[in-house]
Each structure stands twice: as structure tokens, then as C-alpha cells.
């Protein structure tokens, strides 16, 4: 590629740097002279957050305007800015390399770009850092492109390379029972994404011949020109087959129940930075793919299957909830509070208002805010207190106030207080729920108040509750030794995070705008045409 | 055979130029370790003349390392020839038919060679300076000095049979008359027996040959009896003939189903398909792990080639579902999930990967099943038959690649338990990173090359049975019911794919996860360790990206001139 159309292509760009950088930084040091394991983890991390880093500034100045000047509130759905020159990859069955972003993708990418900086901040002195940083900088790469490509086949390889790099994440730095939960992650979100790739085979083969593609097989897996072709599968059974295929994969990963069963584990063994990924990023993948392939390209069987939606969107939004009352377990706590968000939003899709898709959007992007802080709380109180239990220490507050103060705004952020990002997005959803379903949106309600009731009462347990003012309850783990508050680092990056979550609950209209440009985009564009030939009232 | 030798002008001998070389590296192993300064004196004169046979050897060639070097030479140069004369196509003899499709399997089968005999100067290392054991010696350091000796005295042995194997599969690739067909495959599959058994003095090699050797026998005497049915109903062993006959049969007529049926068996075996696959496991397990490879691949490309021939070639018909159809589909089925459930339970590295093998003989027989089901236009076809020849084409690379890594544990008398393995991170990560490697594309994780393969197959299974469901069909469940009894093939290559993942990941997990019972690096073995890196940098690049491509397209056009064969 040549020098000026790097430039041209900054989505390129930042989805292979970092893969290049890892992969370099990774290798090198067994090629070049020992050097001190000091001096290389140094070297790595430096190197590591410099690309992270530029990446956020990269992505940050391609939304302000200042790269590229692009006019984010203006792109109409099923149009894409900051497209490349689609390059060939695999012409011979139609694989090219084609990116390009919209207001559906973007708020994931800023995101992405934004929280690995962050969290290799929280974990400044993870263990063997020359593997740790290349590591989340390879996960970068791998979720950028999920969200960048517009070729359903790297699309699909972006998809799956991100499970190699969260395996390891696990299985390298995680918990006691790391084994068990790298594994069932592995093969059960392997499993489900295989039955997508069945339904895009199936699309695929029922594209049109583009000249110059396909020699081979006469087909390809351009996203844009499935989505504009008429009619791409005739058959409205298989249509419905399809859509179900690719649910299935999207399901698992966001996770909705009954498929959620990975999550829990998964959370509860990762390291820190990456279970602040996975919840932050990961799982909105699901609901990325949902809404960028089954809602745009099958909006009839969308249409068609709206109970079914309404129906795993309850279920995981109560089950959650409930779920969440029983813990003990910090982490797997705030995993089931993921579950349960997600269905929220199906819920928000599922409503077939611009107001309440534009919810779920801005849920997506609120909870990959508010999670990744939560997580960094847990990780934190892991590596301050050496437990996870909640009820084993009182009092936080008093030992470590900066913890106390992120984990005490994390919740709050969770449970929909005003004023902070989360409560945009279920205020959102609640109310395109009660437009299409009416009294039916007392369930959702209500069960926000069970979010309230489990995080308050873990909160007053915690960080409050202290039979001894001056001492609180210290827990056996820390064998007498005196509580630590949080590092520099740790601080830094939560700090962030909770900015944003304030940011954004003040001033959602950075990305409302664009996201409800969006839904309206879609459900004018698609979907009103898709509910006359189903005769769909809600 | 007069007209071979009377024809054998230079464009025949450019066009069978790769075998050619692979006989002369026979007849060079042979005669070379035995040259030697011996004289003849011509009778009644005192004039000597030298003869080179015999008398003391030159100290140039009395090197253990030779038949090593020269297998090695003649195979990479086999490789190249056939590499640069890819695109050159006639007919050698009334038999043998020289085209693209034969010119890549010989570049798949020497290559796939080409590794095991780099990966011998481990397994069953040479080594020049082997001494007689001395009386002083203790028990253990005369053995290790015996046997020593012992890897000298064989390596011809082992190199030959290493070239014969070529030979025969090569042949094979290009045969277009039943009965050549059937030579060739067994010479390869005679020496392939030898080389199973050859580590005689280990107590599974033995038991490992001689198995494999009376299955295998009494599969090809099976096979041949098929043949000779074959031969009363038509009178012709010629393909083309054969085919023409079966094409014009009214009713199927039971000699030629029942001679179709039995030489199915034969390749069956050769495929290990279920169930005929139950040598398969001792063999790769008793076998040493570069041979246990060849096996995998090579053997089993040749097998795949032999099926490819009689299914669809000679038993395929113009229009409509092959006779063979429901058998294949059935056998497809019931050997990849025998495989994988099988290497579950497997704690030998070989006999996983053994079992893994038999799984993915089970891919491919599912795709050929989608060809036969008569739903496929030329195209889909051609597209299906590209997808199982790139399937072999780069199993060559990570199946034989994991089987490389094995024979390095394996030289230091350890990889026939999953303990060895453990902790292999720590002693070589590099050949731990690319078994990973392997793995992973063997579960077919992209972007490696086991994925993309796996996905054309796939595809190629959706796509020509997903449009047969009932157009009108307004629910899911209406279509599925509909939808032609083949689609299911893909979803049990999806439900098996997962099953498999258990295995595959086991290995990973075990090599970067449990301590080492050693802590020693592994053998030193710069050559091994080279072509095994090269196989994992390529295991990737043929995932993805332009030499992915380039290998599709070679692959497209060899199919296309089989197709139109």
C-alpha cells in the first residue's frame, strides 16, 4: 500500500497495525540478543500502549472531524464513510478486503480503540507483559475488524481470531479453574459462530456473479451488494433457516440465555483487562452482527420472529436479574448483570422503533463503558483484598476510598441512575417498549428495580457496613496485612472510564444523534416495507 | 511396454521427467554405497581396467548419510520438475495420461515425502562416526553403539522404500486404465507395509506392519476381485471405456455394481473410511510418526485419487443421483463421528491424530456424497472436487507438520503419550507455537488453511442441496423438512468440527499448561526444525491472501482437466 492511501484508509490502518506491532513484539525477542526480562517487558509496554494509544487519538480525530472531515450525523443507513478501494484477497471464490464504517460501527470502534488503552492501563504490572500487551494488541486488531469489515468472509475470520487471543488471555493469566473456563469458552462460542457461517454460506451462494469475482465459484461475500440485492434468497423458509443459523452464532456471543452459561465462567477466570474486553467489546459483537446482518439483510424474518426475540430478551434480562441476587461472587455478579442488559437489548430491537433500536445502539455502547469499569473494580478489589466474595469484608469505603468511590459509581451507573450513561439507554428502550407494547413494558420496569435492589444491597454490604468504625471487617485472604487503595495506573484508567460514564449520561447527544439517524435509517429504509408484506402490528 | 521404451523421445521424457528421477534415485541408492575401487584385469594382459562395484569403498560415499541425501535431493528435485512442468499434458504409453491434476498430486506426494525423509535424519538418524561396541563398554553404551550401527546398516533400506512409495503414487495419479491403476497402488501400498514395520526391534512396529499389512492385503485381493467383475461385464479395464458403459447400462447390472462395490472397499481402506479403518490407528501408531504422516497425507491422497477416479469418472452419471449416493453419504457420516468420538478417548498424540485423520477422511467423502447426489451443475462440481484436492493439498502441510513435531519427540524415544507432550512450550516454544498451529487449522480456525478448506467443502455441500427446500415453504420448519437429506452432511460436519475442537484444544492446552517431566531442549535437529516452521508459516499463508489463491486456482484448473477427462 502505498503512502497516500494509508492516509485514505485509516480503518486499514488501524485494524493491521496493531496486528503487525503484536505479532513483531511477540517474535522479536527471540530473534534479537537477551536482553534483561525487566528491560523487554518495559520495551513491550511501551511500545504496546504507544500503538494503543495513537489508535484511540487516530479514531478520536476521525470523529471529531479533524481527519477526513466527515459529517458523522449525516451518513444514511446503508451508506459507509472512510471506504477503501476494495483489495483482492481470495478472488478465486470472491474474498476481498473492503472496510468502511457507519453510526452503527463507529461507536464500537471509538470504543475499542478507547478501551485497550485503558486496560493495559489497569493491568500496568500484569506478569510476563512482553506476551500480555502484544496479546491485547492482537485482540485489538481482531475486534476492529469485526466491526470494519464489509466482507462477510473476513468478517468471519475476524470473528473467530478473537477467540485466540481471549483463550489465551484466560488461560495464560486467569483464575484457579482457568482450564475449564478457557475451554467451554472456546468451543461453545466456536460451535455457534460455525452454524453462522452456514447461514452465510447459504447468502453466499445466492449472491450474484460480480465481474472480476468469483472466477472460481461465481459468487462473493460483499456485505454491501448482499444487502442491496433484491430478494437475496427467494425461498421464505429458507430465509427463516438462515436467520436462525445466524442467530444462533449472535446469540451465543451476546450471550442471551439459554446460551449465556459461558459468560459466568469465562468472566470469573479472565484476567481483568480481559474481561473488561470481553464485556466491553466482545459481547456487543453479538448484537453488532444481529443488527448489521439479520436485521438488514432479513428484515422480513426479523419481522417474523420479533416474539421469539421479545421472548429471549425477557427471559435474559429476568433471569439475570434474578440470578444476580444470588451471588456471592463479585464478577459473576456483574457477568449475570451482563446478561441481563443484553436482553434489554433484544427488547430495544425488538420494539421496531427508531427510538427504541437507537436505545439499544446506545445501550451497547453505554454498557461497554459502564462494564469495563466494573470489571476493573472487581479486578482491583481481587488484587487489593485477594477475594471475590462479597460478603467477606465491610467497610471498603474507610480502607480504600478510591475504589470505593468507582465501584460505588460503576453500580450506580448500572442500576440507571440519572445522569450517567446507562439510564439514557434503558429510558430509551422503556419507552419504544411502551409505545409498541404497552402495558407489557411493566416487566422490564420492574425488573430494573430487582438490578437496584442487588446492587444496592451488595453496595451497603460492602463499602458501607462496618461493625467496627475505625477498623470495618478485613477479609481472612488478606492475613492481617493492611488494605492497599488503588495504584496510579489502576486509578488512571478507572477514572477515565468513569468520566465517560458522565460524560455521556450528560451529554449523550455526542453519539444520539447518528445512532437514531441510523434507526431511523433502517426502520424506513427495510424494515416498514418488511412489516406491510408480513402484515406485522405490534 | 515396447512402445514406451520405442516412443521414449524427449517430449515423453520431459512429461514423465519426475518419475524418471525418482527411478533414478532408486537405481543411484543402489549403486552408489557400492562403489568402490575394484579392478578388472582384461584376460592374458596386465592391464586393469576399473569397474567401480565392489572392492573398497571410496571414503566419499562410505558415509551412512548418503541414501539420506540422495532421497532428499531426488525428492525435492521430483518436486521442482514437476512444479515447472505443471502445465505440460499428454498421454504416456496406452495407460498413463499425464495432465495437470496427476502433475500436483506428484508435487503433493513428493512433497508430503519430501518432509518425512527431512524429518528421518532424526527419527533414524545416520550417524558417521558409529563405532564397535568394545568389550569395557557397559551393557547400555554397547547397545546404544549397536544400535547405532544398526540405523547405518538400514538407511538404504528405508530410503529406497521411501522412493518406491513416490513412484507408485505418482504413477497412480496419472493412470487411466483400471488395472495400472491397481499396480501402481500397490507397489506404493507394498512399500508403504515395509516402512510401517520397519522399526521391528519396538514391540508395536511389528505387530503394527503385520496388521496392516493382512488388512491390507486381503482389502486389495477384495478390490482386485472387483476388478475382475468388472472385467467379465465389460471386457475393458480403460476408464474412459468403462465409463461409457456404464453410462449406457438400462438397469444396473449386478456384475458391475457388485465390481464397483468391491473396488470401493479397496479404496475405501486406503481413504480409511469407516468401517474399514481399524488398522489405521495401529498402523500410524506403530509406524514411526515421519511414515504415520505419509500415511496421513500421501496415502490417503492416493486413496482419495483412486475414489475420485471410479466415482467420478466411471460411475458418475450424465444426469440425476449416482447409484452410490446413500452408501457414501452413510459411510461419510459414520466415519467422522467415529473418528473424532474415538480420538476423544484416545490418550496416544499418533492415535489422535491417527483418529483425527479417519474424521477428516469423513469430510471429504461428505463433499464427494454432495457431488453424486446429481443436484450439482458442472461448476458446483468442479468447485466441490477443487475443495477435497485442496483439502489434500494442505493437510500435507499441518497434518504432516504435527506428525513432524511427534518424530522429534519420538527421537528422543518419547510421543506415545499425551504426557509427552506436556510442558513442550517450556523446552521449544517455537515447536510448540506451530503445533498450536496445526492444531488449530486441523479444527479449521481461521484464517489458517485447515478453515478455508473446510469451508469450501462446506459451501459446497450447502450449495447445492439449500435450494432444494420447497420455495413456497413460508416456515423454517416446512423448509427443512423440504430441503434435500444432503444439507444435513454440512451440519454434521459442523456438530463433528465441535467435537473434535475438545481434542485438538487438549493438545494445546497440555503443551502450554502442564510442567515437563524434563527440562531438557528438545533433539537439535536444524533441518527438522526448519521444515516444520515452514509448514506452520504456510498452514497460514495458504489461509489467506494471495498464495491462498494462486494455490485455489492451480488446484481449479487440475480439477477442471480431471473434470474433463
Known amino acids: 500500500m502505498g503512502g497516500e492511501r494509508l492516509i485514505d484508509d485509516p480503518l486499514s490502518v488501524i485494524t493491521l497495525v496493531p496486528l503487525a506491532v503484536g505479532l513483531l513484539l511477540m517474535i522479536l525477542p527471540r530473534v534479537l540478543p537477551e536482553s534483561s526480562a525487566e528491560g523487554l517487558i518495559r520495551v513491550s509496554r511501551n511500545i504496546s500502549i504507544g500503538v494503543a494509544l495513537a489508535i484511540a487519538a487516530i479514531t478520536t480525530l476521525l470523529f471529531l472531524g479533524q481527519w477526513g472531515s466527515i459529517d458523522w450525523t449525516n451518513i444514511t443507513q446503508g451508506g459507509y464513510v472512510l471506504q477503501n478501494e476494495a483489495v483482492d484477497l481470495i478472488p478465486a471464490i470472491g474474498v476481498t478486503w473492503k472496510v468502511g464504517a457507519d453510526a452503527l460501527s463507529f461507536p464500537m470502534i471509538w470504543l475499542t480503540a478507547i478501551l485497550i488503552p485503558i486496560s493495559m492501563l489497569v493491568e500496568w504490572d500484569a506478569k510476563r507483559g512482553h506476551l500480555f500487551f502484544p496479546l491485547l494488541l492482537i485482540m485489538e486488531s481482531a475486534l476492529l475488524g469485526v466491526f470494519v469489515a464489509l466482507d462477510l468472509f473476513v468478517f468471519y475470520v475476524f470473528w473467530e481470531l478473537t477467540l485466540i487471543p481471549m483463550f489465551l488471555l484466560i488461560l495464560l493469566w486467569g483464575g484457579e479453574d482457568r482450564r475449564y473456563a478457557a475451554m467451554k469458552f472456546f468451543i461453545y462460542t466456536f460451535t455457534a459462530s460455525v452454524f453462522m457461517l452456514i447461514g452465510i454460506l447459504v447468502m453466499y451462494f445466492h449472491t450474484d456473479a460480480i465481474t472480476g469475482l468469483g472466477s472460481l465459484s461465481g459468487h462473493h461475500f460483499d456485505l454491501v451488494a448482499m444487502t442491496a440485492q433484491d430478494n437475496l434468497i427467494p425461498s421464505e423458509g429458507l430465509r427463516h433457516f438462515v436467520w436462525i443459523l445466524l442467530l444462533i452464532g449472535f446469540a451465543t456471543k451476546m450471550p442471551s440465555v439459554p446460551v449465556h452459561t459461558w459468560l459466568p465462567d469465562a468472566h470469573v477466570q479472565a484476567p481483568t483487562a480481559g474481561s473488561m474486553l470481553l464485556a466491553g467489546v466482545m459481547l456487543k459483537m453479538g448484537a453488532y452482527g444481529f443488527l448489521r446482518i439479520s436485521m438488514t439483510v432479513f428484515p422480513e424474518s426479523t419481522i417474523e420472529f420479533v416474539p421469539l426475540l421479545i421472548f429471549l430478551g425477557m427471559v435474559s434480562l429476568v433471569y439475570g436479574a434474578w440470578v444476580c441476587m444470588g451471588q456471592t461472587n463479585l464478577k459473576r455478579m456483574v457477568a449475570y448483570s451482563s446478561v441481563s442488559h443484553m436482553g434489554l437489548i433484544f427488547l430495544g430491537i425488538a420494539t421496531m422503533q427508531p427510538l427504541g433500536i437507537a436505545g439499544a445502539l446506545f445501550m451497547m455502547f453505554a454498557h461497554g463503558i459502564i462494564s469495563p469499569l466494573l470489571f476493573a473494580v472487581a479486578g482491583a478489589f481481587k488484587h487489593h483484598y485477594h477475594t471475590l466474595e462479597i460478603g467477606s469484608m465491610r467497610g471498603i469505603a474507610h480502607h480504600s476510598p478510591w475504589l470505593a468511590a468507582h465501584m460505588m459509581l460503576g453500580w450506580m451507573a448500572s442500576l440507571g441512575l440519572p445522569l450517567l450513561a446507562g439510564f439514557v439507554a434503558e429510558v430509551a428502550i422503556l419507552i419504544a417498549f411502551w409505545m409498541t407494547y404497552g402495558w407489557l413494558v411493566l416487566l422490564p420496569a420492574l425488573t430494573l428495580i430487582v438490578t437496584a435492589a442487588y446492587y444496592l444491597n451488595s453496595m451497603q454490604r460492602t463499602i458501607f457496613e462496618s461493625n467496627d468504625p475505625d477498623q470495618g471487617i478485613l477479609p481472612d485472604t488478606l492475613h492481617g496485612e493492611n488494605p492497599s487503595d488503588l495504584t496510579w495506573h489502576e486509578n488512571a484508567g478507572m477514572l477515565t472510564l468513569a468520566a465517560m460514564t458522565a460524560l455521556f449520561g450528560i451529554m449523550p447527544f455526542i453519539f444520539w444523534d447518528m445512532m437514531s439517524d441510523w434507526s431511523s435509517g433502517i426502520i424506513i429504509n427495510t424494515m416498514i416495507e418488511a412489516m406491510q408484506t408480513q402484515e406485522w402490528s405490534p | ?565
Not at chain 2, 506415545?416 to 513442550?424: A, F, I
Not at chain 2, 521449544?428 to 498451529?437: L, Q, W
Not at chain 2, 531442549?521 to 491472501?545: Q, Y
Open chain 2, 1 to 565: 511396454m515396447s512402445s514406451i521404451i520405442t516412443d521414449m523421445d524427449l517430449a515423453t521424457t520431459q512429461l514423465i521427467l519426475p518419475e524418471l528421477l525418482l527411478l533414478g534415485g532408486i537405481i543411484a541408492m543402489i549403486l552408489v554405497p557400492n562403489l568402490g575401487d575394484a579392478t578388472m584385469r582384461i584376460p592374458l594382459t596386465r592391464v586393469r581396467i576399473p569397474i567401480l562395484i565392489g572392492g573398497t569403498r571410496f571414503a566419499s560415499i562410505n558415509n551412512p548419510k548418503l541414501p539420506n541425501q540422495i532421497a532428499t535431493t531426488v525428492l525435492a528435485l521430483a518436486f521442482l520438475t514437476s512444479f515447472l512442468f505443471l502445465g505440460e499434458h499428454g498421454e504416456v504409453g496406452n495407460s498413463l495420461q499425464v495432465d495437470e491434476f496427476s502433475r500436483l498430486f506428484t508435487l503433493l506426494f513428493t512433497a508430503a515425502l519430501f518432509l518425512a525423509s527431512v524429518a528421518t535424519t532424526a527419527r533414524l538418524p545416520a550417524r558417521p562416526r558409529a563405532s564397535v561396541p568394545l568389550d569395557t563398554d557397559s551393557t547400555t553404551h554397547s547397545d546404544a553403539k549397536v544400535n547405532a550401527l544398526i540405523d547405518n546398516r538400514r538407511q538404504v533400506d528405508f530410503h529406497i522404500l521411501l522412493l518406491t512409495t513416490g513412484l507408485g503414487m505418482s504413477l497412480m495419479a496419472m493412470a487411466t486404465n483400471l488395472f495400472m491403476l491397481f499396480v501402481c497402488l500397490e507397489l506404493a501400498s507394498l512399500s508403504s507395509y515395509i516402512l510401517v514395520a520397519f522399526h521391528k526391534e519396538t514391540d508395536v512396529g511389528g505387530e503394527a506392519g503385520m496388521k496392516y499389512f493382512i488388512v491390507g492385503s486381503v482389502v486389495s485381493a477384495v478390490g482386485i476381485y472387483g476388478m475382475s467383475l468388472l472385467y467379465l461385464w465389460n471386457g475393458s479395464l480403460d476408464m474412459a471405456n468403462l465409463a461409457a458403459s456404464w453410462k449406457g447400462m438400462e438397469v444396473i447390472d449386478p456384475f458391475a455394481a457388485i465390481g464397483v462395490g468391491l473396488m470401493l472397499v479397496a479404496f475405501g481402506f486406503k481413504v480409511g473410511a469407516a468401517p474399514f479403518h481399524l488398522a489405521v490407528p495401529d498402523a500410524y501408531a506403530g509406524a514411526s510418526s515421519p511414515i504415520a504422516g505419509v500415511l496421513a497425507t500421501a496415502s490417503k491422497a492416493m486413496g482419495f485419487v483412486a475414489l475420485m477416479r471410479l466415482l467420478l469418472v466411471v460411475t458418475m452419471p450424465s444426469a440425476g443421483q449416482a447409484s452410490w449416493l446413500l452408501v457414501l453419504a452413510l459411510v461419510a457420516v459414520v466415519t467422522m463421528t467415529w473418528g473424532n468420538l474415538a480420538a476423544l478417548t484416545s490418550d496416544n498424540p499418533k492415535r489422535v491424530l491417527a483418529y483425527s485423520s479417519v474424521a477428516h477422511a469423513g469430510y471429504m467423502l461428505a463433499a464427494l456424497a454432495a457431488i453424486g447426489s446429481g443436484l450439482a451443475d458442472s461448476d458446483t462440481s468442479a468447485l466441490i472436487a477443487t475443495a477435497v484436492v485442496f483439502h489434500l493439498c494442505v493437510l500435507v502441510l499441518f497434518k504432516m507438520g504435527a506428525f513432524l513435531v511427534l518424530s522429534m519427540l519420538e527421537a528422543e524415544g518419547r510421543g506415545h503419550r499425551m504426557e509427552d507432550l506436556h510442558g513442550l512450550a517450556r523446552r521449544d516454544p517455537v515447536i510448540a507455537t506451530s503445533m498450536f498451529v496445526f492444531m488449530l487449522s486441523l479444527a479449521g480456525v481461521p484464517p489458517l488453511s485447515g478453515f478455508l478448506s473446510k469451508l469450501l467443502m462446506i459451501n459446497g455441500i450447502v450449495n447445492v442441496s439449500a435450494g432444494t427446500g420447497s420455495a413456497s415453504a413460508a416456515t423454517a420448519l416446512s423448509w427443512a423438512q423440504g430441503v434435500d437429506p444432503v444439507f444435513w452432511l454440512a451440519i454434521a460436519i459442523v456438530l463433528n468440527s465441535a467435537l473434535s475442537l475438545f481434542y485438538y484444544l487438549r493438545i494445546g492446552l497440555v503443551m502450554f499448561f502442564e510442567s515437563p517431566d524434563t527440562e531438557n531442549p528438545l533433539v537439535h535437529s536444524p533441518s527438522l526444525k526448519m521444515a516444520i516452521i515452514a509448514c506452520a508459516v504456510l498452514t497460514l499463508l495458504f489461509g489467506i491472501g494471495p498464495l491462498s489463491d494462486s494455490l485455489l486456482d492451480m488446484v481449479g484448473s487440475a480439477v477442471d482437466s480431471f473434470m474433463r477427462s
